[in-house]
């Protein structure tokens, strides 16, 4: 609680008061003070003297609630109009107290705010323990859509031998890949990871195949390649759409006939793999490019599991935002018990065009920068003013061909300089491929 007024003798009797009720109290002699300092003390109710020298009440209350509309806001003045007050609950005043104060009111106010405190802290504690039962490997949904995706992947996984996995960036597609092996019958076999976008492409094949020694320069000894060490167990393609046009006839022969050829060897092997490749681009429209093999596309999409867009269904946000709120929290050892509906409402409201991926990271943002308690529009507008990930050039264009610009070069150069230079680490961090970076650096005439 935070007392705002430029007579000191008024605050032993109102902080005394508020103390029995549970608060922590603060006090500032001007709204400067107190402006200043609200940053900091993320106080839950302000009581704020209507007539201060400077800055005064209405002011003053008019500052707070545009910086933290969570923070309710009580004027108190020895001289009450009628006008004032109404000017006063216009402003969003909580109420308009005269002095000498009628203490049974003060109480019922600041016994409303505890309570409303207490309540949002139960919301979230009680929206965490629901996503911790609707954890499904690691995906929480309560919506339709991820009910139905859950109940697919327990219905196929048994069965299946390949799938393909579709979605934006963020989406969840490895964590899809994860559940489908872990609710199959190689469940106690490997599961295996190749980014497509993140291996050079001279190399692809040795390290999907493996080679002889001799194969190639700098090949001094034989090596297996990922599809044999996947043997009985599951391989996961991230990024399929990226894979190297050379590679994609060697790629169906693994995946249609379970036979590899190391690089430099006229031996075949056997590799009983189930395969599943995961892709944020449209691989119908590649087929029709001719950037990607129609019989493999085929091959691999035998079943596609295609994921909706968080956008799609926000009434899952509350649960994500509730389990990754608590998760970080205790991980960054902070007491942070809620969120309030002001924050709430914003989580809603946004179009995530980076999916789960980017709630987690501006939740994580919002967490870092909170000493603790609630959670409040003020730390969401911050996290969520950073450019989070990038999506294809052509879908941005297609969408609004005026995100093409400044803001996207300046992102992207200033994410470069953060790595130094380092393509790999730029597009990581931009959650894009390495390709969808130099597609960027083009469209965009960013100099390398």
Not at 342 to 369: D, F, M, S
Not at 400 to 407: K, Q
Not at 439 to 446: F, I, M, S, Y
Request: glycine share 8%; charged share 30%; with cysteine.
């Amino acid at each position: 609680m935070l007392i705002v007024d430029d007579e000191e003798s008024i605050v032993p009797a109102i902080e005394h008061f508020a103390q029995r009720l549970g608060f922590d109290v603060e006090y500032r002699r001007s709204g400067r003070e107190a402006l200043a300092s609200l940053a900091v003390l993320k106080p839950h109710v302000a009581m704020v003297d209507l007539q201060m020298p400077e800055l005064g009440g209405i002011d003053v209350l008019k500052a707070v609630r545009a910086a933290d509309p969570e923070c309710e806001v009580i004027l108190m003045t020895g001289n009450p109009s009628v006008d004032t007050a109404v000017e006063a609950v216009k402003a969003g005043a909580l109420d308009y107290l005269a002095k000498p104060f009628d203490l049974e009111r003060l109480r019922a106010l600041l016994v409303g705010v505890r309570e409303a405190q207490e309540d949002r802290e139960e919301l979230m504690r009680a929206d965490a323990d629901v996503a911790e039962r609707l954890d499904f490997h690691g995906m929480i949904g309560r919506s339709p859509v991820m009910q139905e995706l859950f109940s697919d992947i327990r219905r196929l996984a048994p069965h299946v031998r390949t799938v393909l996995v579709t979605g934006e960036t963020g989406t969840g597609k490895e964590l899809v890949a994860r559940a489908l092996h872990l609710e199959g019958r190689r469940r106690d076999r490997r599961f295996l990871t190749v980014n497509c976008s993140a291996v050079v492409e001279t190399l692809f094949e040795s390290e999907l195949f493996g080679h002889v020694r001799g194969a190639f320069t700098g090949a001094t000894d034989q090596k297996v390649g990922i599809f044999e060490h996947a043997h009985g167990g599951t391989l996961f393609l991230d990024e399929a759409g990226e894979l190297p046009q050379a590679l994609q006839p060697k790629l169906l022969r693994a995946v249609e006939h379970g036979e590899v050829q190391r690089v430099g060897s006229l031996e075949t092997r056997r590799a009983d793999v189930c395969v599943i490749a995961a892709t944020n681009r449209d691989l119908r429209a590649e087929v029709a490019s001719g950037r990607f093999r129609r019989d493999l596309f085929y091959r691999l999409g035998i079943i596609e599991i295609h994921l909706s867009p968080l956008r799609k269904h926000p009434e899952d946000i509350p649960y994500l935002a509730a389990s990754f709120i608590r998760e970080i929290a205790q991980r960054l050892d902070r007491a942070i018990t809620g969120i309030s509906p002001g924050a709430e409402r914003l989580l809603q409201k946004a179009p995530w065009h980076g999916n789960v991926r980017e709630l987690r990271n501006v939740i994580e943002r919002a967490c870092l920068q909170s000493a603790g308690g609630i959670l409040t529009e003020r730390e969401f507008s911050t996290a969520m003013s950073r450019p989070g990930e990038l999506e294809e050039p052509a879908r941005v264009a297609e969408r609004d061909p005026a995100l093409l610009s400044t803001a996207q070069r300046e992102q992207i150069r200033r994410v470069l300089a953060e790595a130094n230079g380092n393509k790999a680490a730029a597009a990581k961090q931009l959650g894009i491929s390495r390709r969808s970076l130099y597609r960027w650096l083009d469209r965009l005439d960013v100099a390398l």
